[in-house]
């Protein structure tokens, strides 16, 4: 699905952060990607939603050189392909829980009958993840683990093949990082999303079907997490 073939990326004041990373992700996987902080795993997560660029490499999805996109193909590309999750929710403090679910909807050009089956999709999918009573609700009326399981299911709405998770249990209590690493790995099983997380909780590596960590600027199996 996804091929990264010796990647390198520096910034100014920090010199090479990627050095000639590659890694291969077939439809269906889990991968997680542990290393300390500063080495890298964000950077690699926005290269790969095309938030960020290279400064070589090649990147192949699905058998589409998407570093050569332009910004319209790039931002089609992330739409219809990719879900981001991130350690801080993010979501629109005006709007209702429901909305923000759907909010992704509105900005694809859907017909009716392709919204209301992806919003039918969505209502299951708050119904599986336990968010489903809290429609109405706004943002700060609901605990961090329930927002960050908002913030799943509006990445998961348009369908996307690949789940970007940066950190994203980083910022709840045990019991919660606990249930969303549960339902992660369910929705990888069920609707065969593939999945790319970032974290640095090894209980939350561990439900990943392939365990990989930073060593020098590249990503070496994690036999150990
Ligand atoms: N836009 C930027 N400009 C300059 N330096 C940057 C930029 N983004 C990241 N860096 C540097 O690149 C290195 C890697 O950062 P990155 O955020 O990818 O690490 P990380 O592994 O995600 O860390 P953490 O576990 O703390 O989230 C860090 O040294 C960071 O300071
Ligand atoms: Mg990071």
Same mark, same amino acid.
């Given at each position: 699905?996804? =091929?990264?073939?010796?990647? @390198?990326?520096?910034?100014?004041?920090?010199?090479?952060?990627?050095?000639?990373?590659?890694?291969?992700?077939?439809?269906?996987?889990?991968?997680?990607?542990?290393?300390?902080?500063?080495?890298?795993?964000?950077?690699?997560?926005?290269? %790969?939603?095309? +938030?960020?660029?290279?400064?070589?490499?090649?990147?192949?999805?699905?058998?589409?050189?998407?570093? *050569?996109?332009?910004?319209?193909?790039?931002?089609?590309? =992330?739409?219809?392909?990719?879900?981001?999750?991130?350690?801080?929710?993010?979501?629109?403090?005006?709007? @209702?829980?429901? *909305?923000?679910?759907?909010?992704?909807?509105?900005?694809?050009?859907?017909?009716?009958?392709?919204?209301?089956?992806?919003?039918?999709?969505?209502?299951?999918?708050?119904?599986?993840?336990?968010?489903?009573?809290?429609?109405?609700?706004?943002?700060?009326?609901?605990?961090?683990?329930?927002?960050? =399981?908002?913030?799943?299911?509006?990445?998961?709405?348009?369908?996307?093949? +690949? +789940?970007?998770?940066?950190?994203?249990?980083?910022?709840?209590? =045990?019991?919660?990082?606990?249930?969303?690493?549960?339902?992660?790995?369910?929705?990888?099983?069920?609707?065969?999303?593939?999945? %790319?997380?970032?974290?640095?909780?090894?209980?939350?590596?561990?439900?990943?079907?392939?365990?990989?960590?930073?060593?020098?600027?590249?990503?070496?199996?994690?036999?150990?997490?």
């Amino acid at each position: 699905m996804l =091929r990264i073939i010796n990647i @390198t990326k520096s910034f100014p004041q920090r010199g090479i952060v990627l050095n000639n990373l590659s890694l291969n992700v077939n439809e269906g996987d889990s991968v997680s990607v542990s290393g300390p902080s500063g080495s890298g795993k964000t950077t690699l997560l926005n290269i %790969i939603g095309l +938030l960020d660029s290279p400064d070589k490499g090649e990147i192949i999805f699905r058998n589409n050189k998407i570093l *050569e996109y332009d910004a319209e193909q790039s931002a089609s590309y =992330r739409n219809k392909n990719i879900g981001f999750i991130f350690q801080d929710h993010l979501l629109l403090p005006y709007l @209702t829980v429901k *909305e923000n679910v759907l909010l992704p909807l509105m900005a694809s050009k859907l017909s009716e009958a392709e919204y209301t089956e992806k919003a039918n999709d969505a209502f299951k999918m708050m119904e599986k993840t336990g968010i489903s009573d809290l429609s109405e609700k706004y943002p700060f009326t609901i605990s961090g683990g329930e927002a960050q =399981r908002v913030a799943l299911v509006r990445a998961l709405v348009n369908r996307p093949s +690949l +789940l970007l998770a940066d950190e994203p249990t980083g910022s709840l209590d =045990r019991k919660n990082a606990e249930n969303l690493g549960n339902i992660l790995t369910e929705m990888n099983r069920e609707f065969g999303i593939t999945i %790319i997380l970032a974290t640095h909780s090894a209980s939350l590596a561990g439900k990943m079907s392939i365990k990989m960590k930073f060593s020098e600027g590249t990503l070496i199996l994690d036999d150990n997490p």
